[in-house]
């Protein structure tokens, strides 16, 4: 069954989202022989937050190797509110084989632009494995697959997703003809003249497809001088904006480079979703052919609290000390982000004083402050003030606090099976340390740097 729209036009995948959707160096993950090539005009997205940005992920992977664990990068784009369409090589490595860890970012930009948390991949990821590795695995016409997540993320009200529709011999060749480009959105780890491309960071490249080029009826080709992609593109979606499809609506997914023309210039290439290729990935994400515009039943929607300090690696969190007569006060000033999908309930920060960076409820209490709810995706200011409390041993003291101290909230990361991991419920100051028996809050030491964990893009 075929749609007509203007003409000859692919079934679609998907209904009519609004125009305005809410809202975001590691090594991009696959084989590197795929994409070995300069960006050349890609622009960096300024905006992730919106629409049909928001709906493209970054994929973290960590594989388990030999010198520990290996994090690879790559992309991929929601195609409803919980399953992501990528390459299979982004999630089954030729070499380092199955990941120990799959999450992904919608609309991520930079290592702490994770607007809407971090959504884990439960189960494996799906594969058509029999024609995967018919056709050459990584790099070949069957190189897709589809991840299942643990949360709604693609939400209207949340990152949105992206429609794909599957094209006939004919409508791709019309399709190459258009003076409209085709549009690529991905995370390229490498660019020429800009920093920013580190495999984090979201890049929109776009220019028109070539069709009919060598013996693969199933490929597109794009010429590197227009549309320009390295490694961390793979599983990036091709989009096609024409009108004609009444959404942005993918139609290819970006597979690396190939030396078609036999000239040594390889062009870009993308898997065409073809009928074959859009019957199975509809099924791939638990639908009917019969009936494939009905969504598959989600994943239940729960918040998922965290102190926004340590999630977005920032020091906005403070406090303030004050000294009268009556003695000293402190106030303090947190910040909570709910990375979840659904809105948090009231809950309760409790604030204490501790000899370390690690809070515990063994700790020095402060006081606690009463939080009446917040949103999917929205970060709130948690003040308390009050008199310090006597009696506390003189010495340095770091000003924390845990977030939904009292465990009323039924969050993703208080689940029975939740992955090992977990966003952190605890927060500290990481400005200054409180010197008990002074007044002025002492700078902290900066922290020996972290050994560094290999990380690859895709």
């Given at each position: 069954m075929m749609s007509l729209l203007g003409g000859l036009r692919s079934r679609l995948m998907g209904t009519r989202r609004r125009e305005r959707h809410q809202r975001k160096r590691f090594t991009p993950v696959g084989p590197a022989p795929l994409e070995r090539r300069e960006l050349l005009t890609a622009t960096p997205v300024s905006d992730t937050l919106r629409f049909p940005y928001s709906a493209v992920v970054s994929i973290e992977a960590d594989f388990q190797t030999p010198k520990g664990v290996e994090t690879r990068t790559g992309t991929g784009a929601l195609v409803d509110t919980f399953h992501v369409l990528t390459n299979a090589h982004n999630v089954e490595h030729p070499d380092l084989g199955k990941p120990i860890f799959l999450r992904v970012y919608a609309g991520r930009n930079g290592a702490s632009g994770r607007f809407f948390g971090e959504a884990k991949v439960v189960g494996e990821p799906i594969i058509n494995q029999t024609e995967y590795q018919h056709g050459a695995g990584a790099g070949g016409d069957w190189d897709l697959a589809i991840l299942k997540l643990d949360r709604n993320i693609g939400m209207p009200s949340l990152?949105?997703?992206?429609?794909?529709g599957w094209t006939s011999d004919l409508l791709i060749t019309q399709i190459s003809q258009q003076t409209l480009p085709m549009q690529v959105i991905g995370y390229p780890g490498h660019l020429a003249d800009s920093p920013d491309a580190d495999g984090l960071?979201?890049?929109?490249?776009g220019g028109r497809i070539m069709v009919g080029l060598g013996l693969d009826p199933d490929r597109f080709w794009y010429d590197p001088a227009e549309i320009t992609t390295f490694q961390g593109n793979s599983g990036s979606p091709v989009i096609d904006n024409s009108p004609e499809w009444r959404v942005p609506t993918i139609i290819g997914v970006h597979v690396g480079?190939?030396?078609?023309?036999?000239?040594?210039?390889?062009?870009?290439?993308?898997?065409?979703?073809?009928k074959a290729k859009w019957d199975w990935l509809i099924q791939a994400m638990g639908r009917r052919l019969d009936n494939p515009f009905q969504q598959a039943k989600g994943p239940t929607d729960r918040p998922d609290l965290m102190d926004r300090d340590r999630w977005a690696n920032r020091k906005d969190s403070d406090f303030q000390v004050t000294v009268t007569k009556l003695g000293s006060r402190i106030k303090v000033s947190a910040f909570v982000f709910n990375g979840g999908t659904s809105r948090a309930a009231a809950f309760r920060v409790s604030y204490y004083l501790s000899r370390d960076n690690k809070i515990t409820t063994s700790d020095v209490l402060l006081g606690t402050q009463t939080v009446n709810g917040l949103s999917a995706a929205k970060t709130t200011t948690v003040a308390w003030s009050g008199a310090l409390p006597k009696g506390v041993a003189r010495g340095n003291y770091y000003v924390g606090w845990i977030i939904d101290s009292t465990n009323r909230v039924a969050s993703y990361s208080r689940q029975p099976n939740a992955p090992f991991r977990l966003p952190s419920s605890t927060g500290y100051v990481r400005r200054y340390v409180l010197p008990i028996g002074g007044i002025r809050p002492m700078k902290i030491a900066a922290p020996a740097p972290a050994p560094a964990r290999a990380v690859r893009v895709r």
């Amino acid at each position: 069954m075929m749609s007509l729209l203007g003409g000859l036009r692919s079934r679609l995948m998907g209904t009519r989202r609004r125009e305005r959707h809410q809202r975001k160096r590691f090594t991009p993950v696959g084989p590197a022989p795929l994409e070995r090539r300069e960006l050349l005009t890609a622009t960096p997205v300024s905006d992730t937050l919106r629409f049909p940005y928001s709906a493209v992920v970054s994929i973290e992977a960590d594989f388990q190797t030999p010198k520990g664990v290996e994090t690879r990068t790559g992309t991929g784009a929601l195609v409803d509110t919980f399953h992501v369409l990528t390459n299979a090589h982004n999630v089954e490595h030729p070499d380092l084989g199955k990941p120990i860890f799959l999450r992904v970012y919608a609309g991520r930009n930079g290592a702490s632009g994770r607007f809407f948390g971090e959504a884990k991949v439960v189960g494996e990821p799906i594969i058509n494995q029999t024609e995967y590795q018919h056709g050459a695995g990584a790099g070949g016409d069957w190189d897709l697959a589809i991840l299942k997540l643990d949360r709604n993320i693609g939400m209207p009200s949340l990152a949105g997703w992206l429609s794909f529709g599957w094209t006939s011999d004919l409508l791709i060749t019309q399709i190459s003809q258009q003076t409209l480009p085709m549009q690529v959105i991905g995370y390229p780890g490498h660019l020429a003249d800009s920093p920013d491309a580190d495999g984090l960071r979201q890049f929109t490249t776009g220019g028109r497809i070539m069709v009919g080029l060598g013996l693969d009826p199933d490929r597109f080709w794009y010429d590197p001088a227009e549309i320009t992609t390295f490694q961390g593109n793979s599983g990036s979606p091709v989009i096609d904006n024409s009108p004609e499809w009444r959404v942005p609506t993918i139609i290819g997914v970006h597979v690396g480079n190939q030396d078609v023309r036999g000239n040594g210039q390889p062009l870009g290439a993308a898997i065409r979703i073809t009928k074959a290729k859009w019957d199975w990935l509809i099924q791939a994400m638990g639908r009917r052919l019969d009936n494939p515009f009905q969504q598959a039943k989600g994943p239940t929607d729960r918040p998922d609290l965290m102190d926004r300090d340590r999630w977005a690696n920032r020091k906005d969190s403070d406090f303030q000390v004050t000294v009268t007569k009556l003695g000293s006060r402190i106030k303090v000033s947190a910040f909570v982000f709910n990375g979840g999908t659904s809105r948090a309930a009231a809950f309760r920060v409790s604030y204490y004083l501790s000899r370390d960076n690690k809070i515990t409820t063994s700790d020095v209490l402060l006081g606690t402050q009463t939080v009446n709810g917040l949103s999917a995706a929205k970060t709130t200011t948690v003040a308390w003030s009050g008199a310090l409390p006597k009696g506390v041993a003189r010495g340095n003291y770091y000003v924390g606090w845990i977030i939904d101290s009292t465990n009323r909230v039924a969050s993703y990361s208080r689940q029975p099976n939740a992955p090992f991991r977990l966003p952190s419920s605890t927060g500290y100051v990481r400005r200054y340390v409180l010197p008990i028996g002074g007044i002025r809050p002492m700078k902290i030491a900066a922290p020996a740097p972290a050994p560094a964990r290999a990380v690859r893009v895709r």
